[in-house]
């Protein structure tokens, strides 16, 4: 398996413009973590999903960002209308599961600037 | 609340010589606590769990012990390659990993 895949690695986008960030987990495992990280905050969990459907949002800052998951092997997150706040690495991660101090396998993250 | 907290921030390291990083933890109730390592535009890497203390668990250089209150991550005769960013969390009840804030260890030749 090639692991946890996310597109685009880099966006820069401009204040205002919607953002799409899509991940690929790995094939069989059943949850699937959206975390965002910054210098200031390190890594937060944002959103994660079990069997595609989402468990808990408690972490998405504002209701400008949301998540799906239409099928087990994609997800996006989408930040609508973007700001310069958001910029940071979001990263997509996948566990096997069901145990919840299973191993989670990261992707390569995308780093997102907002101008 | 569950809080990971890390220390020391950065670490700076000739090659061989041996050092320890430190994560201390308050949770209500442990489920494991985890070790990560993370390469600069690389996503964490999965290192080591640890359940109950007294429990260590060795990778090449890289040993992990816990106790109830901290995790220690030992480093013995470190390489060039050792350099990066060494992340512990730990899961809270509802399958959320909560991470400490990391030590970046630079290793020189």
């Known amino acids: ?115 | 609340e569950d809080q990971v907290t890390q220390s020391p921030e950065a670490l700076r390291l000739q090659e061989g010589e041996s050092s320890s990083l430190n994560c201390s933890y308050t949770v209500s109730g442990l489920r494991g606590l985890f070790w990560y390592r993370q390469d600069p535009g690389k996503g964490p890497e999965f290192l080591f769990t640890l359940y109950s203390a007294g429990e260590e668990k060795e990778k090449e250089r890289l040993k992990a012990t816990l106790t109830k209150k901290e995790s220690f991550l030992h480093i013995t005769a470190p390489k060039p390659e050792d350099s990066a960013t060494y992340l512990c969390a730990v899961p809270s009840n509802d399958y959320k990993l909560s991470f400490g804030a990391g030590t970046t260890v630079t290793v020189r030749a």
């Open chain 1, 1 to 115: 398996d090639a692991g946890v895949i996310q597109s685009p690695r880099h966006e820069v986008t401009e204040m205002g413009q919607e953002v799409t960030l899509r991940c690929k987990p790995i094939s069989g495992h059943d949850y699937l973590f959206w975390y965002r990280q910054t210098m200031m905050r390190g890594l937060e969990l944002l959103i994660y999903f079990n069997n595609n459907v989402p468990i808990d949002d408690s972490g998405m800052p504002e209701d400008r960002f949301s998540a799906k998951m239409p099928n087990a092997s994609f997800s996006t997150l989408k930040i609508q209308p973007s700001e310069p706040r958001d910029s940071a690495v979001y990263f997509c991660a996948s566990t096997a599961g069901p145990e919840f101090n299973t191993e989670a396998f990261f992707g390569q993250g995308t780093r997102l600037t907002v101008v």
